[in-house]
């Protein structure tokens, strides 16, 4: 074992944070956001983006609210879309730096964090959210600045989490080989990509029992030893 890759929600950090939390806020902010950020190239980037794929799954053509509208009917269904993702990052990274967000960590995750790193292991992130988004999470988390911890960052950009060919990608990326590498993960599917491509898995079950999906499973970051 030379490389563990986790994933964020449900895994390190717990799901009721991100969608009671930071979903909301997203929410309360975007429009305001937008408005005053407007000739801002990641919002022109994202707005364009919005409008590319309204068009091409509806055949909608949005005006500046319509786009707006859009994007928060995406937040209500958690629409893994990088548009979206992208400026929750730019919306979330201004709340933790206001002081208005603390990113919630498992307490297990610091204390597994600094022991793994300490032995050797190298660390990384793959999430849906954006790169920005994961970088302020762990560094303005409840447990200080954690992003010291982590090599890299990987978010959709490399591909969709539950689908193999994105994990090749993060193994091209890595130049390492797949078996070297351990992949933590509350959910099945993703895990199930993951395993094709020859990772090692570990199912994060931080609430209740989840039904066995062929991957052995761990309640706290306490019971890994790589």
């Avoid at 597994?112 to 999470?137: D, H, M, P």
């Amino acid at each position: 074992m030379k490389y563990i890759l986790m994933d964020v929600e449900g895994t390190t950090t717990s799901i009721s944070f991100v969608h009671e939390v930071l979903f909301p806020y997203s929410i309360e902010k975007l429009r305001d956001y937008i408005n005053s950020h407007f000739d801002d190239t990641p919002v022109q980037e994202a707005l364009l983006e919005t409008f590319n794929t309204a068009f091409e799954e509806e055949k909608l053509i949005l005006n500046h609210n319509g786009l707006i509208e859009k994007l928060l009917s995406w937040v209500s269904i958690d629409r893994k879309h990088s548009a979206l993702k992208k400026l929750q990052g730019l919306i979330w990274s201004e709340g933790y730096k206001a002081g208005a967000l603390k990113g919630h960590v498992y307490e297990d995750v610091p204390v597994a964090l600094k022991k793994w790193k300490e032995s050797g292991l190298t660390l990384g992130i793959y999430s849906s959210g954006s790169i920005e988004a994961q970088r302020v999470l762990f560094g303005y988390s409840i447990s200080g600045d954690l992003n010291n911890y982590f090599s890299n960052n990987f978010d959709t950009s490399v591909g969709q989490k539950r689908v193999v060919t994105s994990y090749q990608n993060i193994l091209s990326e890595l130049k390492i080989e797949a078996n070297d590498v351990l992949f933590l993960s509350d959910i099945a599917e993703e895990l199930d990509a993951a395993q094709e491509v020859g990772m090692q898995t570990l199912q994060l079950v931080r609430l209740g029992d989840v039904p066995f999906a062929g991957h052995t499973q761990v309640k706290s970051f306490n019971e890994i030893n790589p």
